[in-house]
């Protein structure tokens, strides 16, 4: 069927290399490979700024790559599809994946639409080493509790596949073909007016080849000694391949594979490498988590903490957002969260759970960390929404929190964007742990201090 394409659908996949969809489309015949902004279907969930510049700069690459093959779409993702077949006459759409509940549900409905019209919708697994409903403990229900869920759920299965080569000599539909309804990349609107994003530019190269040399850094570097170096935040030992995996630029097969050929050379500690495929495999249960537990997003895992008295305190927020609460380690994590669009995994923890401890909705910390790229990936959302999800999932008592000044003076503050936070002594923050009377204002100071709920024996 010469004449009849094949549209494939790019969505987390932004790369050419292991994408099984991409690939399955292009051994059909001709190829039209199409990307859709969709800011409709995914309501309040949608890409944050720093968000959006990663996807305009990868799509940028992307379009390279495909030798501006590559068409561009922004709306309601069901009405595109059923106008782009019918345009081109195309009886098959191909895509990988997601999922995030809120793209379950709309995939399911592009699904039955086209099926309805005629049109054979097929999707791929491209994102997860192991998919979320094949994993289920002996009594067919889905594991609660990582450790059983990784040693005895997952490396308990056939090990995950290989990655699959990209395709050699992919033949594309004429993109003069196509107009109706595609865009430029400018179009998508995905840039913000100030130009605030261009800080981002200089830590970050997004794109198949950005995340590749990425992970390249990485074996080289940071993977040997990682088990004990990544709960460093000042050492910067951790792989920094969050983003890139959000965005599908790289894929969890494509890591595994590469690292396993490193180890091979025998210079990797075991240790180490045991390590790091755990790491990505918290990563597979946040997805599973969220497959299985579809409300994660909105409500706690333990219905208890529906009814946890959540404060509105604009003002604390507003210091928590711009690293001013008097402890050195959260101040330094949303600092460098702001102009990076990075924060170590050990002062997550930290931040977070400090802001559960001033009671702020976890809803309005998960906002800030998504507009600050710090959220782009759902998996976390059961950890970075809130500490209570990530006790319920780690079965400790939700008053077991990381105490924010010891956890800064064991783990080496990253300084490096905090020149004047580091001029402050650890009696300031000290001094910031004190009850103040009831005014949050610290003694000696006066200075505003949201922690002032915590008392001196939290210190
Ligand atoms: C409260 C909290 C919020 C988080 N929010 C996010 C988030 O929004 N987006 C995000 O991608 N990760 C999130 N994580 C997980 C983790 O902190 C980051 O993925 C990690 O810090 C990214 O750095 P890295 O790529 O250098 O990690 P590495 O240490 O190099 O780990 C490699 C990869 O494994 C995965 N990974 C590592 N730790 C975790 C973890 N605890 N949970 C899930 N996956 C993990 C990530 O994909 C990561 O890229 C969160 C963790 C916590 C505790």
């Known amino acids: 069927m010469a004449d009849s394409p094949v549209i494939f659908w790019f969505r987390q996949d932004l790369r050419l290399a292991d994408n099984p969809g991409l690939a399955a489309a292009t051994q059909q015949g001709s190829v039209v490979p199409i990307y859709i902004l969709d800011n409709e279907s995914s309501g309040s969930w949608s890409m944050g ?89 002996a009594d067919g229900t889905p594991y609660k509790v990582f450790t059983p869920y990784y040693r005895n759920g997952c490396l308990g299965r056939n090990a995950p596949r290989n990655p699959v080569d990209p395709p050699v000599s992919a033949d594309f539909y004429p993109s003069a073909a196509i107009v109706a309804g595609a865009c430029r990349l400018e179009e998508l609107g995905l840039l913000s007016r100030q130009g605030w994003y261009k800080k981002l530019e200089q830590h970050w190269l997004p794109g198949e080849e950005g995340a590749h040399q990425r992970l390249n850094d990485f074996v080289s570097t940071g993977l040997d000694g990682y088990r004990q170096g990544r709960d460093f935040p000042a050492l910067e030992q951790t792989s ?44 597979e249960f946040s997805y599973y988590q969220l497959y299985h537990n579809p409300h994660l997003p909105e409500a706690p895992l333990r219905v208890e903490f529906q009814r946890f008295p959540w404060l509105k305190d604009e003002g604390g927020l ?68 809130s500490g209570l999800p990530v006790v319920a999932l780690m079965l400790l008592p939700y008053f077991r929190i990381f105490n924010p000044v010891t956890q800064g003076q064991k783990s080496l503050i990253p300084w490096r964007l905090c020149p004047t936070l580091c001029a402050r002594d650890w009696g300031f923050a000290r001094q910031a742990c004190m009850r103040s009377g009831g005014t949050n204002r610290l003694a000696g100071t006066g200075e505003y201090c949201p922690w002032g709920r915590l008392s001196a024996a939290d210190s």
């Open 318 to 385: 507003r210091f928590w957002q711009r690293g001013l609460t008097g402890y050195p380690l959260v101040d330094a994590g949303m600092r460098e969260l702001w102009q990076t669009g990075f924060m170590h995994n050990r002062v997550r923890m930290v931040v977070v759970l400090s802001g559960e401890n001033l009671m702020l909705p976890w809803q309005q910390g998960e906002s800030w960390s998504r507009d600050c790229l710090w959220m782009p990936t759902w998996p976390a959302i059961p950890q970075a929404g």
């Open 49 to 137: 700024g720093a968000g959006r510049w990663w996807l305009h700069r990868s799509l940028q690459k992307l379009e390279q790559q495909l030798h501006g093959h590559l068409r561009l779409f922004c709306g309601n993702a069901d009405d595109i599809l059923q106008q782009l077949t019918t345009e081109l006459g195309a009886q098959r759409v191909f895509w990988n994946r997601c999922y995030e509940p809120w793209r379950i549900a709309r995939d399911r409905q592009i699904k039955e639409s086209l099926n309805l019209a005629g049109i054979a919708a097929q999707s791929f697994n491209a994102s997860l080493l192991w998919e979320p409903w094949e994993v289920l403990k």
């Open 240 to 283: 920094r391949l969050s983003p890139h995996l959000h965005f599908g630029e790289i894929s969890p097969h494509q890591i595994r594979r590469s690292l396993l050929t490193a180890a091979a050379t025998g210079n990797i500690p075991e240790a180490d490498l045991d390590h790091f495929f755990s790491e990505l495999a918290w990563r």
